[in-house]
């Protein structure tokens, strides 16, 4: 899993480890296991947050694991044309590439590291597909989508397209050095990662050592969520187990604490989580296919301006042709 890393962890500014007497530890409140799936062409997803009541989730919507999983030949898959409306896309790729294209001139290659954040706001049409070496050549394949809802009075923004380079990402370690955090968007410590976001949220991936803690401040007024990308280990002062493609929601607090099983899995040496959390809108969600609106009536407005073509249109020179 190399997403983006270090010679020497040593030479990174350290998270402070959150003092006992001042602080408070989240409890965990549940602990989900994510089913799989498939998306688009046909390529296989873990539904992140399934089975998760989703007044934990919230300014979340919806979280796709992609892989992780190695092509053969021919047998890379993407999505076709699509719209969206009323919340962003982030799409975090930790192994392979992945071809981005959208009705504003966005786009490019996601690469190793990389984070593509796509407002989608008043309406967008994008792509999302591996380059055509990958899909000739096969290859491992390892990435997250995570939708964020947008509150009422920024459902109508602008698109914009953002393309977060994997050396752009703030990047931090433990206070003991022990583990890698990777900081793609909000504020971690003082330390903030290269996101712009219409929604007031913290996301980072980090990898915890074997029998490492990781002991994050984490802000009061955002919800707690850590998911497992790889390997096992437990959350929480009560140290609850957790493995890969599982998922654990916090409670009140301000630390989130991960730690690392001495023994990991033989194929991933380390625990790889991605931990998010956000400043909850607070709002009614009407949540069908690609839109996230707030109301049924502006859910069937959205599918009829699509009909319509007011979403934006596909470039005249477009990748899937």
Do not use: C
């Not at 050396?167 to 370690?173: H, Y």
Request: aromatic share 8%; proline share 7%; glycine share 14%.
């Amino acid at each position: 899993m190399p997403a983006i890393t270090v010679d020497n962890i040593l030479t990174l500014a350290r998270i402070p480890d959150p003092d006992p007497a001042s602080s408070t530890e989240r409890p965990v409140l549940a602990i989900t296991t994510a089913p799989k799936g498939v998306e688009g062409e046909g390529f296989p997803v873990r539904r992140a947050f399934y089975g998760l009541d989703q007044r934990y989730l919230d300014p979340f919507i919806h979280m796709d694991q992609m892989g992780e999983v190695e092509y053969g030949p021919g047998e890379p898959k993407g999505t076709a044309w699509h719209p969206h409306r009323g919340f962003e896309t982030v799409t975090y790729m930790i192994d392979g590439t992945f071809q981005h294209q959208d009705s504003t001139g966005g786009g490019g290659l996601i690469t190793n590291g990389a984070t593509q954040w796509m407002t989608a706001g008043a309406g967008i049409l994008h792509i999302e597909r591996p380059p055509e070496a990958l899909i000739a050549s096969g290859g491992l394949f390892h990435g997250i989508q995570l939708w964020v809802n947008l509150p009422s009075g920024k459902k109508w923004t602008p698109p914009r397209y953002q393309d977060i380079g994997a050396t752009r990402v703030t990047l931090l370690s433990s206070h003991d050095g022990g583990a890698l955090v990777r900081v793609i968007a909000g504020d971690v410590a003082g330390h903030r990662g290269p996101g712009a976001t219409h929604t007031a949220i913290t996301l980072l991936h980090a990898t915890v050592n074997p029998g490492t803690e990781l002991r994050l401040p984490w802000r009061r007024d955002f919800n707690g969520i850590v998911y497992v990308l790889a390997g096992r280990g437990t959350v929480g002062a009560k140290r609850a187990p957790i493995g890969s493609g599982q998922l654990a929601a916090f409670g009140a607090g301000d630390v989130i604490s991960v730690t690392a099983d001495l023994a990991q899995e033989s194929r991933s040496r380390n625990l790889d989580v991605l931990v998010l959390g956000g400043e909850p809108i607070g709002e009614p969600v009407a949540w069908y296919g690609p839109f996230v609106m707030n109301t049924h009536e502006e859910l069937a407005q959205a599918f009829d301006d699509f009909r319509r073509g007011r979403m934006g249109t596909i470039p005249a020179a477009h990748i899937g042709d």
